[in-house]
């Protein structure tokens, strides 16, 4: 079946839409954004300037909301990932009408979750040390510790990332170059570099496409294994677990797929995309939701299966404690809106019901984020030396900085709305019937 | 327009028509002399040109293994350089270091297929040859090289496969 | 080593020359503060080569302190190896006395209550006025208990001023047990218990390993008792029914009624005299006499014991080298006399008297003060007597019960302060004179008979200041031309001292070697005494049961504080108390069941939590204090320890209630204010209180973990095992010796026998051809005998001072920001309803693992495994992830919240050799690395390794029970070697998590038989 299909002028009307004046509504709600991210930096400088004291860590408990908001914005960019190389090599073609802004969205995650290693640290102006530059001292970094993994996971799928997503965008910024005028013309000329669409282009730029999504497929599969590791390959009861890759990995693309939705649903309305986001890919974005769901819950049941049966007592210990334990709410909540939320997506009357996904999309979100907080403190507060134990609230610099890194990511989508076509022109074109004589002919009937 | 090389530029509005043009010039063997445009690929183009695969595929695979290999040297020698045990673990770890070789392959491979495509279709490049800005819309397009002596003939080749109009450089 | 001392004193002798010099002259030393190149070198002082002086101090109590002054400034304080009683060793309390020569609190410059501050000339002319105009009328003098030489000048002083009094005061008297010596034995002196050789310590309460007599002697003997020889070990029960922590230490703890201890002493007196073979047949009738109405029963059910424990217990006190230790004397109002009279007779009838108890080294009733000085003195300030008041290291204002009136009667004279700290009774005089530190001053201090220590100045005074002495000596002088030939109070001293002692043919040499070892010590021998007949047959008449019913306050003796002389000190407010944990504070301590009663509900917060203010109504006297919920203490009992509540120190340490105010303000027999158990009132205010501790109270402290929610299931941890007598040494072969076997086949917990998937280190392919092996020389390691460690706490205070630990105040702690790098992990065993639990303390810092899980997550390799041994931290190389905090399975990494500040001088006692870290970095403990360094480096100059014993870890060197050994475990005759191979030797966790630790602990040795973690 042929969900999309129309002449490829409409298409190209239709998308470059959004690249028109912006609306009063777009700059009040930048504004907001800008401002809530001057907050967060504000926050930022303030701890840099005091010490770590300032948040809500103490001694048992040296990771937590920051690393959490690490973990849960490098989950958000896997859906992108996801849909643009994945689902391109299963040629699934719902994908075609989604991906652009899912992988806008990969970006613009990774680059916010890049920000927290940072701004975890206890000398951030020291980060770059974990960086191995050569030196006259022959000082390396230490290849053995998970936290290099990560700084090279990260930064390898974020360099990659970009270059698949930029590359996909030149066939599309010529689009933009042939229609537009004076210096618009000039700039998108620059970055269209002399694409001209003629097929000894295509030709190369198929085959590269290719090979881009099929290394972005394993590499999105390690990053968050490695970030997993992070934790698995430590010694912390409830952490030291060998189920956390595929379990973190399902987490992100479930969460990621979630975060698509939430974004998509009120994009489509506010620009009217609804002929080219139909409820059709709503459907089939829910279907995988619901898919990974279930990994994730099955992974929790495991977690604690494993947990009794391999009668340790110090694993036994944690995951007791955090069932019924000090930190309780935030473990139910995360398994009401990972496990019991999304099962009204099985029947199909939800599914296509935007309202109701966009609101279960929202508590995935949510879910999703006390996740990574459940995982990472309530271990950390209750490990092996029962005098040693602690107890962790975020302080209100933690929960600022957090929430600038919420305006940081959305100011990159908006802008990116505004500048680009936030959907595959191209690729749009791909799907829809090519204008021959036989349906031109039709159209003229009609 | 005169500094443009020659040659004529047929504007097709059908993929069909296109294709008869396309398989026209291939029965009369001008491969090389025809380059055809299209807002889109499109399967159906790609058979009737019917190309070699692209080499672009060689850059990949060199890249990754030039990212792989460099990812287990560069770790094994760091570690060496100057030997700080920790927690007991062998200095020269291949499972450890077989992440960052992962990822370094990925790294690698991604960027060299950048190079691959950018070398390939020659992007970064000045265009020459006339151009129709419908192509990026809904246009397809066949640019036939040839001395202005046949235009003419081209013309009318163009033409009868079904082009709208016909550019001359 | 020895000789190396020797030449250190020496140059510190003569170094002294020079600081003598200044201190001892006229006018006050000019101490200039500006850097400048040592063109001409100070005799004897090199930068950054320490010299140690020996001294003592007052607040010391006359312990034997090694100073380690650096560049001319006091660093640290250390014990005096030479000194009987502590032996190289110091309680937390001794070592604080840094803190208050840096202190906030130092006074500065002179100043009058009228005139403000004033300057050293004014105030000079000002005294020499004062001392003119009232000479021949009553001059007082009232200062600390003093002797020797500071005795001497003081009466002298009052003698040729006027027709005054030298009056002392100290809170804490012993004057009863000098009267009840005086009854008993006929003689005028408080005896010297002795635990040396005990086989059997019945305590009635004496808290003899906190603040009861020569506490770091005691835990030392405490601790030989304890260790198990073929198969038998002394035996130790406390009688008390607040758990201190010395009876944390005991192997019994009998929770008697307060107030019922000298009808114990009694009942028991009459049962062992009724039953001893030893004791004469006159001696028998004769405490057959004075004990005809005490009896096990009327005991027993007085204190709520029982008969049948009573007699168990005194059976068991007719063994060999039994002991008995009377109540502590808060606890004792009224019958103080009697009680250690009973005491007395009891060790008299047991044959510890001589052994135990002994009297040729008592302290001579003139080296103790009672309390009548201070109420006459009290009574002749109403009358006017007083013209002139001097008072010099004492702080009545503070400790003296309200009832009294002291501040109202010194407005009543002119009074004038010498005191080198601020506190409430330079508050209250008319003149404040900075006089200059303990640790800056000559003086002396002497307490048993035989043990007479000097102290001497280790620097030049951090103010502009001189010893209050010196001006008692001008005075003299100026007085009376030519009536001292002494200027000052050195040559005073110097005279005197020679003069007392005998100097011999050549007093110089006498006086100098006398500096050099701190004074002269010479404990005599005890010997038998016979009961004299000073014992009235109504001796014990007075006794009688406590009328107490109902709520009860007693007020114990803090370990910390102690009479709150010391109390200006962080490192001992940030020492968490050893019971309760709390720090910065002062509290009510009960029992769940009381706080139930009063509606008292403890919310655990972060570390510490809130519980609510209390008022309590006792004595005529009501305080709010904050209520803190312990399992170790009995129902219907609180308890406040003593030392806090100040109001006139810097602000900082101005906390908590008072104690002293619950004092009776009317003397008893033996001349002292009584305060004892008083019957109390109660009153929730239901005002919100926040207290900080290191751990969660009421949950990081249990041995069994009980899963929240879920009774039964529990969770038992492989961090303090206990192992009983009967099986110690019956456990075949040697399971302590390598790191690879589980240290004990029949543990509880799960054993994994899996393949350890690391090679040996050496056996690396990359290390060959390369020279780096792994413990070829060294293997540094450290073991804890848990049987001997007591968990004072002593230890920690020794980390804070050698490693420039940061002071982060109460509310950090509550954060959980403590930068303790050694902390005393207080466990409680699981008790039987109704029964006190079993307390277990064990050290806890770097285990300096093997395998360390700390190490390979730290991505800038800021900590790594060092070729000897160690898990050495690279703070320049520190990015501040706390991955490695994450992953420390004993929570002993610390990071650095923020750059922490050493608030007035107090950062004048840094040690140079270790760095001050940056806000954002890891640090935690390394064997005191730089003294590993340091003691290799002297090794190297010779020619040869490190030998065992010749570096000492800061912790190991003050821990007064000697629970601490470090060494090098390669080397096979090592002390440390020794414990790590013994049968009780185990590696905390290990067992579990296979991280190999450089640390072993021998497990505690408990009576009950049991075998368990």
């Known amino acids: 079946m042929k969900e999309i299909n129309f002449p490829y002028s409409d298409i190209n009307r239709d998308i470059l839409r959004t690249l028109e004046k912006p609306s009063v509504k777009y700059l009040i709600l930048m504004t907001i954004i800008v401002s809530g991210l001057l907050f967060g930096i504000g926050c930022w400088f303030y701890q840099l300037k005091e010490g770590m004291g300032v948040a809500g860590l103490n001694h048992p408990v040296g990771w937590g909301v920051y690393i959490t908001d690490f973990v849960f914005w490098v989950g958000i960019g896997h859906a992108g990932t996801l849909i643009s190389a994945i689902l391109f090599l299963f040629r699934a073609r719902w994908r075609n009408a989604i991906f652009r802004s899912a992988e806008a969205m990969t970006i613009f995650a990774v680059m916010t979750a890049g920000l927290f290693p940072l701004i975890h640290v206890g000398r951030a102006w020291l980060a770059w040390w974990l960086i191995p530059y050569p030196n006259q001292r022959e000082l390396w970094v230490n290849f053995r510790s998970p936290l290099l993994w990560d700084v090279f996971a990260v930064g390898t799928y974020f360099s990659v990332s970009s270059i698949f997503f930029c590359v996909g965008l030149i066939p599309d910024i010529s689009i933009i170059r042939d229609r537009a005028k004076g210096l618009r013309k000039k700039i998108y000329g620059l970055l269209a570099v002399g694409w001209d669409s003629s097929y000894s282009q295509w030709r190369h730029f198929m085959a590269g496409y290719g090979f881009f999504a099929a290394l972005c497929t394993p590499l999105v599969l390690s990053v968050h294994s490695v970030v997993s590791w992070d934790f698995a390959v430590s010694l912390v009861p409830g952490w030291h677990s060998t189920i956390f890759a595929p379990y973190f990995v399902a987490g992100a693309v479930f969460s990621g797929m979630a975060m698509v939705m939430t974004i998509l649903i009120p994009f489509r309305k506010i620009f009217s995309l609804e002929k080219y986001l139909t409820i059709w890919h709503f459907d089939m974005m829910a279907r995988l939701v619901l898919t990974t769901s279930s990994i994730v819950g099955f992974s929790y049941l495991t977690e604690y299966f494993i947990a009794w049966y391999s009668d340790d007592q110090f694993e036994g210990f944690i995951f007791w404690e955090r069932a019924f334990g000090k930190y309780a709410v935030p473990f139910w909540l995360m398994i009401f809106c990972n496990m019991i939320a999304p099962l009204p997506l099985w029947f199909k009357k939800i599914r296509t019901n935007l309202t109701w996904v966009f609101f279960i999309t929202i508590l995935i979100n949510v879910g999703m984020w006390f996740e990574r907080f459940n995982i990472i403190v309530s271990s950390l507060t209750q490990e092996y030396d029962p005098y040693a134990w602690g107890w962790y609230q975020p302080s209100w610099v933690e929960l600022g900085i957090t929430f600038g890194s919420f305006c940081w990511f959305f100011m990159w989508f908006f802008l990116f709305i505004r500048f680009f076509p936030s959907m595959a022109i191209t690729e749009m074109k791909e799907i829809a019937d090519p204008p021959t004589r036989a349906n031109s002919a039709a159209q003229e009937v009609s | 327009m005169s500094a443009n090389p020659e040659g004529v530029l047929g504007v097709f509005s059908h993929m069909d028509a296109l294709i008869d043009g396309i398989k026209h010039f291939k029965s009369k063997g001008m491969e090389s002399k025809m380059k055809v445009y299209s807002p889109a690929p499109l399967h159906a183009i790609d058979d009737a040109l019917d190309e070699p695969p692209s080499p672009v595929r060689l850059f990949t695979l060199f890249g990754g293994m030039l990212g792989c290999t460099f990812g287990y040297t560069f770790t094994a020698f760091s570690s060496m350089d100057w030997i700080l045990p920790t927690s007991g673990k062998p200095i020269v770890a291949p499972i450890a270091f077989t992440v960052i070789a992962f990822e370094l392959t990925v790294l690698f491979g991604a960027i060299f297929t950048l190079l691959g495509i950018v070398v390939n279709a020659r992007l970064f490049r000045k265009r020459k040859l006339i151009y129709d800005e419908r192509f990026t819309e809904d246009k397809f397009g066949i640019y036939v090289s040839c001395p202005p002596t046949e235009y003419d003939a081209m013309e009318k080749v163009l033409s009868e496969c079904g082009a709208e109009e016909v550019k001359r450089a | ?1013």
């Not at chain 3, 002392?168 to 002795?194: C, H, M, N």
């Not at chain 3, 008072?391 to 309200?402: C, E, F, M």
């Not at chain 3, 502009?464 to 002494?486: F, G, K, M």
Request: aromatic fraction near 8%; glycine fraction near 10%; charged fraction near 20%.
């Open chain 3, 1 to 1013: 080593m020895a000789n190396k001392i020797d030449r250190r004193d020496f140059l510190a002798l003569m170094g002294m020359g020079g600081a003598a010099a200044t201190v001892g002259c006229g006018s006050a030393p000019n101490f200039d503060e500006t850097w400048k190149p040592w063109v001409s070198p100070v005799a004897g002082s090199v930068p950054y080569v320490p010299n140690y002086y020996a001294t003592t101090t007052h607040g010391s109590g006359g312990a034997g302190l090694w100073v380690k002054v650096l560049s001319g400034r006091a660093v640290k304080v250390e014990g005096n190896p030479n000194h009987p009683i502590n032996a190289g060793t110091l309680t937390a309390r001794q070592q604080a006395v840094v803190q208050s020569l840096y202190g906030t609190g130092r006074l500065r410059e002179p100043t009058g209550k009228s005139e403000g501050t004033m300057t050293w000339r004014d105030l000079d002319a000002k005294l020499k006025s004062l001392f003119e105009t009232n000479k021949g009328k009553n001059i007082y003098c009232l200062t600390g208990p003093v002797s020797g030489a500071e005795a001497e000048i003081w009466t002298r002083f009052t003698s040729e001023m006027g027709t005054g009094r030298h009056v002392t005061y100290a809170p804490y008297s012993e004057s009863d047990l000098v009267l009840a010596s005086e009854k008993v034995f006929g003689v005028q002196k408080v005896p010297r218990f002795s635990l040396a050789g005990a086989k059997f310590v019945l305590s009635l309460g004496a808290q003899f390993l906190e603040t009861w007599g020569d506490v770091t002697a005691n835990n030392r003997d405490h601790a030989d008792m304890r260790t198990v020889d073929h198969g038998h070990r002394g035996v130790h029960i406390q009688v008390e029914a607040r758990v201190s922590l010395t009876g944390a230490n005991a192997d019994e703890v009998l929770p008697a009624k307060p107030g019922s201890k000298t009808l114990i002493a009694l009942a028991l007196l009459k049962e062992v005299a009724a039953h001893s073979t030893t004791l004469s047949v006159a001696d028998k009738a004769t405490i057959a006499g004075l004990t005809a109405n005490a009896s096990l029963e009327s005991a027993g059910e007085a204190s709520g014991l029982g008969a049948e424990k009573l007699k168990h217990l005194a059976e068991s006190l007719l063994t060999e080298g039994a002991l008995v230790l009377p109540a502590e004397r808060l606890e004792l109002s009224g019958d103080g006399v009697s009680h250690h009279a009973a005491v007395l007779l009891l060790n008299k009838v047991l044959g510890a008297v001589g052994k135990h108890v002994n009297y040729a080294a008592g302290k001579p009733v003139e080296h103790t003060s009672d309390h009548r000085g201070i109420v006459d003195l009290v009574k002749d300030l109403n009358d006017g007597k007083v013209d002139l008041l001097l008072i010099h290291g004492t702080n009545p204002a503070y400790s003296l019960p309200d009832g009294l009136g002291f501040a109202q009667a010194l407005a009543k004279t002119t009074s004038v302060a010498f005191a080198d700290s601020q506190d409430e009774t330079t508050a209250l005089a008319n003149y404040t004179v900075a006089t200059s530190h303990d640790l800056e001053s000559w003086g002396e201090v002497n307490t048993y008979t035989g043990m007479d220590m000097l102290m001497q100045p280790v620097m030049t005074p951090r103010w502009i200041c001189r010893q209050a002495h010196d001006y008692l000596i001008e005075a003299l002088r100026a007085a009376t031309p030519d009536s001292l030939p002494q200027e000052n109070f050195r040559d005073y001293l110097k005279t005197s001292w020679t003069t007392r002692f005998g100097g011999g043919a050549d007093p110089e040499k006498f006086w100098r070697d006398s500096l050099k070892a701190g004074g002269q010590f010479a404990l005599p021998e005890g010997v038998d005494l016979p009961l004299s007949g000073n014992m009235g047959a109504d001796l014990f008449a007075s006794v009688t049961e406590s009328k107490n019913t109902g709520m009860t306050l007693v007020v114990v003796d803090s370990a910390r504080f102690g009479d709150g002389s010391g109390t200006d000190a962080g490192w001992l407010h940030e020492l968490p108390d050893a019971m309760s944990g709390v720090v910065w504070d002062s509290w009510l301590e009960m029992s769940h069941q009381t706080a139930n009663d009063l509606g008292v509900h403890y919310k655990s917060g972060l570390r510490g939590g809130h519980t609510q203010m209390v008022q309590v109504k006792a004595n005529g006297q009501s305080m709010e204090l904050p209520a803190f919920i312990v399992e170790t203490i009995s129902d219907n009992l609180v308890t406040l320890a003593t030392g806090q509540g100040h109001k006139g120190l810097s602000k900082l340490y101005n906390r908590g209630g008072n104690a002293f105010a619950f004092l009776n303000s009317d003397l008893d027999e033996s001349g002292q204010f009584g305060i004892g158990p008083h019957s109390a009132e109660l009153v929730n205010t239901h005002q919100d209180y926040r207290m900080a501790t290191f751990h969660l109270p009421g949950v990081g402290d249990k041995m069994v973990t009980p899963l929240s929610m879920l009774e039964g299931s529990e969770v038992r941890r492989d961090l303090f095992q206990t192992i009983s007598l009967a099986s110690v040494g019956h456990e075949g072969g040697d399971h302590g010796g390598g790191h690879h076997e589980v240290m004990d086949p029949d543990s509880t917990f799960p054993i994994h026998v899996d393949k350890d998937w690391y090679p040996e280190r050496t056996d690396d392919p990359v290390y060959k051809d390369r020279d780096e092996t792994f413990y070829d020389d060294y293997k540094w390691e450290l073991s804890f005998d848990l049987n001997r460690c007591t968990g004072c706490g002593s230890c920690v205070t020794a980390c804070y001072a050698e490693n420039n630990l940061p002071v982060v105040g109460k509310d950090q702690v509550a954060k959980g920001r403590e930068m303790s790098w050694v902390r005393i992990n207080r466990y409680l065993e699981k008790a039987e309803h109704g029964q006190l639990p079993k307390v277990r303390a064990m050290p806890m810092m770097c285990q300096q693992c093997a395998s360390a899980p700390c190490e390979s997550v730290c991505p800038s390799l800021a900590t790594y495994h060092t070729k000897e041994g160690l898990n050495a931290m690279v703070y320049n190389r520190c990015v501040g992830t706390r991955y490695c905090a994450n992953n420390c399975s004993y929570k002993v990494r610390r990071f650095n919240w923020f750059s922490f500040e050493w608030e007035g001088d107090l950062n004048w006692a840094l040690n140079p050799a270790v760095s001050v870290r940056q806000m954002g970095v890891m640090e935690k403990c390394t064997f005191c690395v730089q003294r590993i360094r340091d003691g290799k480096d002297k090794a190297r100059d010779l020619g040869r390794k490190a030998n065992d014993g010749e570096i000492h870890t800061a912790c190991q060197q003050a821990c007064p029970a000697g629970a601490v050994r470090f060494g090098n475990h390669e080397d096979k005759n090592s002390k440390v070697y020794e414990w790590a191979s013994d049968a009780r030797a185990y590696r905390a966790l290990d067992s579990h998590i296979k991280t190999k630790p450089g640390v072993t602990y021998l497990k505690r040795v408990v009576l009950e038989d049991e075998h368990h973690g």
